[in-house]
């Protein structure tokens, strides 16, 4: 069985590479073109003399244009074979001088810049010796160098603009990707948070829920209850953490935490002031206790966590700490999130043994965090 091929679309013939930065401006550029037939037209030249001149206009308008897509020696050979045409008729035909001048609009854009300086040199220096070779009177060969490296020197620069606006834009495009990047490790840390939490607290509530379903069927329902409230306050988190526009309320936080801890059997104390914070700095600190908590209840054994947040001159304190087993290993996927949070706001998160034995989870924020 043999399979059928699609036929290729036709490519489209174009005179010019697809550039932005071109656009028509090259076709612009042909207006100083016709000033090769001026002379010709003036002098009523021969059939041969106007064959002539004709055969080396098509030359020079397939070189100029070819010239847009030629790199390295063809390019250089370009340039040299228009202004060899100039040379060839500027004896006779002082329009022939616009070669030149088109010879030294190409040698500006050869790259890197030294060899287009080094090819102009190598042009102002043929000019010279074929105007003093030809009895060109100087002023005319001076007046055309001058033209040639003004313009070739003008293409040196615009080649550095467009240079830079490539960079420009491909700086943009990895500053694109980085920001890509950042939001989705963001989405991932938020995630983590809001399940790794919610599904811990579900987790527990319903076991609560199995075992007291036939002795408290009615305390039994009411945990079912909020194990509905918890699962659709964590899908309106999720959505939120999402689409970027997420904020966590520290006090709702602290009541989460108590909730999930009493849920486990460990006993909570707490002592959190009201200090000033930021929307950030509320949000993070927030998402510091929901991580600490749900690392206690799954990892530490603890009977008791404490949760404290104090403000000593500038600078906010939180602390977790819990009497369990004490931290084991490198920080996981949750501290490491938590941590780059917190240093993303200048602050400090330490990882140690707390007052009551276990572990402790602090955090600084302020001027004197550091």
């Known amino acids: 069985m043999t399979s059928v091929q699609k036929p290729h679309a036709p490519r489209r013939f174009r005179l010019l590479p697809e550039d932005g930065l071109l656009g028509w401006t090259p076709y612009l550029w042909l207006g100083y073109f016709p000033t090769f037939f001026i002379a010709p037209y003036r002098q009523h030249a021969s059939a041969l003399e106007w064959a002539a001149t004709i055969a080396a206009g098509i030359i020079f308008v397939a070189l100029y244009f070819r010239g847009y897509w030629a790199r390295g020696r063809e390019f250089v050979g370009i340039v040299v074979v228009i202004a060899l045409l100039g040379f060839a008729f500027v004896h006779d035909n002082a329009g022939a001088s616009v070669f030149l001048t088109y010879a030294g609009a190409f040698a500006g854009v050869l790259r890197p810049r030294e060899r287009a300086i080094a090819l102009l040199a190598v042009l102002a220096v043929a000019i010279a010796l074929v105007g003093a070779a030809l009895g060109i009177p100087p002023l005319y060969w001076i007046a055309q160098i001058c033209i040639s490296l003004m313009i070739g020197a003008a293409n040196i620069h615009s080649g550095r603009v467009r240079e830079l606006i490539r960079e420009l834009g491909k700086a943009r495009e ?29 987790t527990l509530k319903s076991a609560l829920a199995a075992r007291i379903a036939e002795r408290e069927p009615a305390r039994a329902a009411g945990e079912m209850r909020e194990i509905e409230r918890v699962a659709r306050d964590a899908l309106a988190d999720v959505r939120a953490a999402v689409t970027g526009y997420r904020g966590v309320g520290l006090a709702n936080e602290v009541e989460s935490a108590e909730v999930m801890l009493r849920a486990a059997g460990v006993a909570v104390e707490r002592d959190v002031e009201p200090v000033p914070l930021t929307a950030s700095e ?73 007052v009551v034995a276990g572990t402790c989870v602090r955090i600084t924020l302020g001027r004197h965090a550091q």
């Open 174 to 202: 990895e500053k694109d990707q980085l920001v890509r990047v950042a939001e989705r490790e963001r989405i991932a840390r938020d995630l983590h948070d809001v399940l790794g939490h919610t599904l811990t607290l579900i």
């Open 282 to 354: 509320e949000t993070t600190l927030a998402l510091a206790i929901r991580e600490a908590v749900t690392n206690v209840v799954r990892h530490a054994g603890a009977t008791l966590c404490r949760i404290t947040l104090q403000q000593v001159g500038e600078t906010r304190a939180l602390a977790v700490e819990d009497d369990g087993r004490g931290k084991r290993g490198p920080d996981g996927n949750g501290l490491a999130g938590m941590r780059e949070r917190v240093h993303a706001l200048g602050g400090q998160l330490e990882v140690g043994m707390g």
